[in-house]
Structure formats: C-alpha cells, structure tokens
T-cell receptor, first 107, second 120 residues
Framework: DIQMTQSPSTLSASVGDRVTISCRAS??????LAWYQQKPGTAPKLLIH???TLQSGVPSRFSGSGSGTQFTLTINSLQPDDFATYYC?????????FGQGTKLEIK | QVQLHESGPGLVKPSETLSLTCTVS????????WSWIRQSPGKGLEWIGF???????RYNPSLESRVSMSVDTSKNQFSLKMRSVTAADTAVYYC??????????????WGRGTMITVSS
C-alpha cells in the first residue's frame, strides 16, 4: 500500500494567517491527490482533487500544489470556519489511502 | 442535489456479520463508483471497497476475506456486509461516491456516517 504522511500533525494559527500543510507519498502518485476538510461529527468534505483542482463551491483561499511524492495544501487568510482537520488521499492505485490528518487549531 | 444516507444496526456482537445499506437520493446510482470508508481513532480513514452500478466490486486486500458489497439499482441502494467482526471493526462507517466515471478517484459526495460498535 502507498503510505501517506502529513505534517505537521497539529498546527496553531490565527484568523488571517496563511498556512501550509504537507503530504508526502511513499511512492510516486503523479497528481492523483485529494485534500479533505473534516469538522467534528461530520463527514470529510472534498476541497481539492488532481492535486490542484478546486472542487466546485470551495473558496479560492484554498489551493493545492505538488506532484510525484510531495504535495501542499495552502490556506490564505484563514477564516474562523477553516479550523478543522485536513486529510490528504492518494488515488493513484488501489487501495486508495489517506494521511493521518492535520488538526488546524486556533492560536 | 445528490445525498447519501447510511443505515445500520449501531451495535453488532463479536463474530457476527455487520450489514449496512446506503441509499442514494437526488440522482441515479448508475455510472458511478460507490465506496464504503470507515474511520476509527486508531486507524484513521480506511477505504473498504467499492461497488459499481453494474455490480462489479473491488475490496481493500486487508479486508477482502470478510467483506462483500452489492447494489440494488431498483432501490437506488448499495450495501456492505462484513463477516466475523471484532472490536477492531468499531468505527464510523461512511458511504461515498467517487468524483468521476473512472476509478480510482477522489470522493465528492459522502453520507453523514453511521457509528458501528462491536461489543457483546
């Protein structure tokens, strides 16, 4: 299986900050990478797929980059609604696998 | 607007079979790949497998020996059965739709999830 490793595990930031979350794949996955946001008690919400394609309805302050094995999720000008846990997912090969999550907390 | 809704027993005894159903509303179940994904504190998000509207399936090798999935297009539903459950199968179970008409892919529509506890 492809292992997905996210860093950091926890990130503290303030409203208005710019933050980046990293995701590394144990082998190349080209651009077959998605990012999700999850809030307590709810299902994950797709933010970005194909590494950098913004899902319909997702604010433009979210962006994704990377290819191969290294990927980044950037959130510009953090809003109160953005404090949540973020996951990456590879879908290059089966079984699809997820990162362990990055919890974005209010500083 | 497509919506997914999981239904299941909530509590399952060890060694028994877990059965879950996902009902799709707002669109036809056709031409998409439909997955089951679970989430537990210990193992995070884990993909269990998918079923296509034609009935074809693919499972996570780690669970393949205990899992089966099926689809009922007349009811716009698909289902999961997991045999010989243990406490390690305690998790929130989600049904989800893949983004495109090819697989594998990201998941754009998720159900709200159903908590399954395995306990005697």
């Amino acid at each position: 299986d492809i292992q997905m490793t996210q860093s950091p595990s926890t990130l503290s930031a303030s409203v208005g900050d710019r933050v980046t979350i990293s995701c590394r794949a144990s082998q190349t996955i080209n651009y077959y990478l998605a990012w999700y946001q999850q809030k307590p008690g709810t299902a994950p919400k797709l933010l970005i797929h194909k590494a950098s394609t913004l899902q319909s309805g997702v604010p433009s302050r979210f962006s994704g980059s990377g290819s191969g094995t290294q990927f980044t999720l950037t959130i510009n000008s953090l809003q109160p609604d953005d404090f949540a846990t973020y996951y990456c997912q590879q879908y290059k090969i089966y079984p699809v696998t997820f990162g362990q999550g990055t919890k974005l907390e209010i500083k | 607007q497509v919506q997914l809704h999981e239904s299941g027993p909530g509590l399952v005894k060890p060694s028994e079979t877990l059965s879950l159903t996902c009902t799709v509303s707002g669109d036809s179940i056709g031409f998409y790949y439909w997955s089951w994904i679970r989430q537990s504190p210990g193992k995070g998000l884990e993909w269990i497998g998918f079923v296509y509207f034609s009935g074809s399936t693919r499972y996570n090798p780690s669970l393949e020996s205990r899992v089966s999935m099926s689809v009922d297009t007349s009811k716009n539903q698909f289902s999961l059965k997991m045999r010989s459950v243990t406490a390690a199968d305690t998790a929130v179970y989600y049904c989800a739709r893949e983004v495109g008409i090819t697989t594998p892919d990201a998941f754009d529509i998720w159900g709200r999830g159903t908590m399954i506890t395995v306990s005697s």
